[in-house]
């Protein structure tokens, strides 16, 4: 099975920009979850989308968006982007279908640089 | 919300060795303690995971210690190798938060040959 993609794998933006970031997950996989990687604040939760559903968010502001397509391919978009929004973003996809707690397995991530 | 704190933040090994990595959480309803290893230019990989109704559990070389009464959760390396140099990160996940995990700071481990 094909594991995690994401795509693009680099991004370089300039601030007050906007950004849409790429996941598909594993074939079968309905649930994505997204994560923010910086070496100041580590990885934090996102959010998290489950049939097309925003499960579960993060505390982030509101320019940081998602959504999920039938397919359970999903997006993120960070609106105004400013320098700190320069990080990893993760994305993990998990079955979904126990609701919590699944094992989740992470794509290699793009990473954002806001100048 | 859920806090979790990792030591150490950096280890160095000689290899053959073991490693042991501990993590402290705060919310005792969190129920679910993955590892994940990652490697330079990649995502997190899980490595080991265990849940609250078990004390401990072994995969090889690998083994992950569980105690909910005082809240905190170790990962053991034995025999360290050198390709087990990599930035390891403890998570906890709660029944109610659906499949969110809560990281630890990380800790960087280098196996020296």
């Known amino acids: 099975k094909a594991g995690v993609t994401q795509t693009p794998r680099y991004l370089i933006k300039t601030r007050g920009q906007q950004v849409t970031l790429s996941c598909s997950p594993i074939?079968?996989?309905?649930?994505v979850s997204w994560y923010q990687q910086t070496p100041g604040q580590g990885l934090q939760f996102l959010f998290e989308y489950f049939s097309e559903t925003q499960r579960n968010k993060g505390n982030f502001p509101g320019r940081f968006s998602g959504r999920q397509f039938s397919n359970s391919r999903s997006e993120m978009n960070v609106s105004t982007l400013e320098l700190g929004d320069s990080a990893l973003y993760l994305c993990?996809?998990?079955?979904?279908?126990?609701?919590?707690?699944?094992?989740?397995?992470f794509g290699p991530g793009t990473r954002l640089l806001v100048l | 919300g859920e806090n979790v704190e990792q030591h150490p933040s950096t280890l160095s090994v000689q290899e053959g060795d073991s490693a042991v990595i501990k993590c402290t959480y705060s919310?005792?309803?969190?129920?679910?303690f993955p590892w994940y290893k990652q490697e330079l230019g990649k995502g997190p990989q899980l490595i080991i995971d265990?849940?609250?109704?078990?004390g401990e559990k072994k995969d090889q070389r690998i083994a992950v210690t569980l105690n909910k009464t005082a809240k905190h959760f170790s990962l053991h390396i034995t025999e360290t190798q050198p390709e087990d140099s990599a930035v390891y990160f403890c998570a906890v996940g709660h029944k109610a938060a659906g499949n969110k995990l809560t990281f630890g700071g990380g800790t960087r481990v280098l196996v020296k040959p």
């Open positions: 265990i849940r609250s109704n078990v």
């Open positions: 919310d005792s309803a969190s129920n679910y």
């Open positions: 074939s079968g996989h309905r649930s």
């Open positions: 993990a996809s998990s079955p979904g279908l126990a609701g919590a707690q699944e094992t989740q397995y």
